[in-house]
């Protein structure tokens, strides 16, 4: 969104951007085990649930994940994405491996979708997610 603002006392207008604002948002998958194959399944009960806002999302990898350049999608059931981000996941003090990225869910509606967390040219890893 762009605004209009006065130099002072230029008496002319300057275009700059406004930032967004990104709530801040941890979602810990440390205890999500997914395995490997063509049917992934996760040993964890439950789904994922993300707010509907611009979220500054920091996810806490699984257990045994490396850092280096991720992807985080959303998408329906029938593979349409609805909402990406990209970014670098790094080691945590615990040996853990963190991703930060921003994300924008605002404009899903309510329910469930299908997201896929990996690494950038790998397959990704699918959980069940609701979105409320």
């Known amino acids: 969104m762009w605004r209009a ?6 008496g002319q207008k300057q275009n700059t951007p406004v930032a967004a604002a990104y709530r801040p948002f941890t979602l810990d998958l440390r205890n999500w085990m997914v395995f ?14 993300l707010p509907r806002a611009q979220l500054g ?3 806490i990898l699984p257990a045994g994940s490396k850092p280096g350049n991720y992807e985080v999608q959303i998408s329906t059931e029938l593979g ?9 996941a790094t080691l945590r003090k615990d ?3 963190a991703l930060k990225v921003k ?30």
């Open 103 to 132: 994300l924008d869910t605002s404009k899903l509606g309510k329910g469930g979708y299908v997201p896929g967390i990996g690494k950038i040219g790998n397959e990704p890893y699918t959980y069940p997610l609701e979105v409320r």
């Open 36 to 49: 490997r194959g063509e049917q992934q399944s996760s040993v964890h009960s439950g789904l994922i649930q």
């Open 57 to 59: 999302l920091t996810i």
């Open 95 to 97: 040996g853990g491996a």
């Open 5 to 10: 603002h006065r130099l002072p006392g230029s």
């Open 80 to 88: 349409q994405r609805l909402a990406a981000a990209k970014g670098g």
